[in-house]
């Protein structure tokens, strides 16, 4: 079974304004790490986040984590329309250990 | 990070035929892994490959099904044997170091069965 439940599941904004996806996970985890999907194709790696910060950020994205929560939120501001993707939270339990996905977030930003 | 060459990107194929995907690294990793991707769903693990070590499957994945090759450090295969139309995925490797910088990903192979 998927560690990470992701909600929305689907999200349509217009262009330029801010997309807020949210993840969930059952178990205690070492890092939780933001991906990235265009069209069914290999996933890109975004961001990670340790389980000792609550906040990070990278260009448009700012992730948090709460741990007490098990609980994290990507934000991706002034969207473009080359934010369109499937986005998918992940997380590991540290060093070599595998890494479960999320269900995902459809993302569609309408130019 | 490494970049990874995954081959073929998309195959149809005949049920009860067999596929053999390719992954090259471009620098040596300790760790390989392997996910399917069913339709419209978020990814699963298949197995983790170590070089020089037999592969470690998932719950619900066995050798017979799909077995895995890596015959050194920086490449592996997964192969997808008697196929049928429930094998219908995306098939992705990925490769990490150490989990605290992320993985990278090949760029997938879009299986179709008929």
């Known amino acids: 079974s998927q560690q990470g439940e992701e909600d929305p599941q689907a999200l349509s904004i217009q262009e330029g304004e801010n997309a807020t996806m949210n993840c969930s996970y059952k178990?205690?985890?070492?890092?939780l790490q933001w991906y990235r999907q265009n069209s069914g194709r290999g996933l890109v790696h975004l961001i990670l986040?340790?389980?000792?910060?609550r906040e990070k950020h990278s260009g448009r994205l700012r992730v948090t984590l709460d741990t007490s929560k098990k609980s994290s939120s990507l934000l991706i501001t002034a969207s473009r329309a080359a934010d369109t993707a499937s986005y998918f939270c992940a997380t590991d339990k540290g060093g070599y250990q595998k890494v479960t996905f999320g269900t995902g977030t459809k993302l569609q930003v309408i130019p | 990070s490494a970049v990874i060459s995954q081959k073929p990107s998309r195959d149809i194929c005949q049920r009860g035929t067999s596929l053999t995907i390719q992954c090259q690294v471009d620098?040596?990793?300790?760790?390989m892994f392997w996910y399917r991707q069913q339709p419209g769903q978020s990814l699963t693990l298949i197995a983790t490959a170590n070089q020089g070590s037999e592969a470690t499957y998932e719950s619900g994945f066995v050798i017979d099904k799909f077995p895995i090759s890596r015959p050194n450090l920086t490449f592996s295969t997964l192969t997808v044997s008697n196929m049928s139309p429930e094998d219908s995925s995306i098939y992705l490797c990925?490769?990490?170091?150490?989990?605290?910088?992320?993985?990278?990903f090949g760029s997938g192979t879009r299986l179709t069965v008929v």
């Open positions: 986040i340790r389980s000792n910060e």
């Open positions: 990925s490769v990490g170091q150490e989990t605290n910088y992320g993985y990278t």
């Open positions: 620098s040596q990793v300790t760790m």
């Open positions: 178990t205690s985890i070492n890092n």
